[in-house]
């Protein structure tokens, strides 16, 4: 992965701390299996009950950032205030420890996601200037997707360490799928059902889990498709986190040849003014972003 990793363009130091990821992420796959559904009995910043997978995940990824030399801080999902790591670390990294562990119990893939930004403060700028994302699926087989800036590629976990198994994948659109989140959003927004009952009338295939990682890789692996998350009265910016979810997952589904939107401009734009920050997101193929914005602008 390292030859790979510089092959594509990464410094040494990004390569490094990719293949430190991609180690945590297989403890993180290790470590399910062994770890109960049970609930931790506290909450996160946005007041969500955690599972013991929440916190377990988010030690393993913190133990791995905290002692590395290229971070300079980080924070994730489960913190409320950024962490400081190495003295002269070069990078800040920012994720969702385990994305989807509401679906934990019924055993559903569940993922984590990161992005990663040169630079210690992230506040002001936008997830255009990530210089790296990947998220891993946690599923029958556990495997990483990733970008550093130059395509988009997977591995898989055998037993022999990670093989890659995609190189620089695409988005193609010949099928048409559809992942509608927050569904409820139809009752008071007459524009989300107007788009939802397009998708029915027009068969469009239904793929949707209720965890973003497996659903957008859905995406990614089919080359076809579209993810939305729309706002509501109430909750207008929606729900998915800007720099734990949505700029990861836009840099890399924009990689593939996609687009991202939050109703009026690419995620990767949207600028980001703090770390708990939420967006709408419109994720795929770039036909259907556009028909997205155009629907529910
Ligand atoms: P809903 C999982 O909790 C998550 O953060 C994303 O992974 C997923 O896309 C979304 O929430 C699902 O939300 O409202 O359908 O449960």
Known sequence: MFDFL?????TQELAEL??????????????????STGKAGSTNVYGEEQIAMDVKADEILGRTLKTNPYVAAYCSEELDALEPASEGGIFSVFHDPLDGSSLFDVNFSVGTIVGIYQGSNVIGRTPREQV??????YGPRTTLVLSVGNGV??????????????ETMKLHGEKKYFAPGNLRA???????????????KEQYTLRYSGGMVPDLNHILQKGSGIFLYPGMPGAPQGKLRLLYECGPMAY??????????????????VEIKELTQTTPIFIGVKEEVKRAEEALR
């Open 132 to 137: 790296a994302a990947l998220y891993a699926v």
């Open 6 to 10: 510089q092959k594509q363009g990464a």
């Open 252 to 269: 890399i589904m924009e990689q593939a040849g996609g687009a991202s939107s939050d109703g009026e401009r690419s995620i990767l734009d």
């Open 186 to 200: 139809t009752k008071d927004r007459e524009d989300y059902f107007k788009l939802v009952s397009f998708y029915v």
């Open 18 to 35: 990719v293949l430190e990821l991609a180690r945590a992420v297989e403890e993180i796959s290790t470590t399910i299996i062994h770890t």
């Open 153 to 166: 590629h997977e591995f898989l976990l055998t037993g022999e360490g990670w093989k890659l198994t995609h």
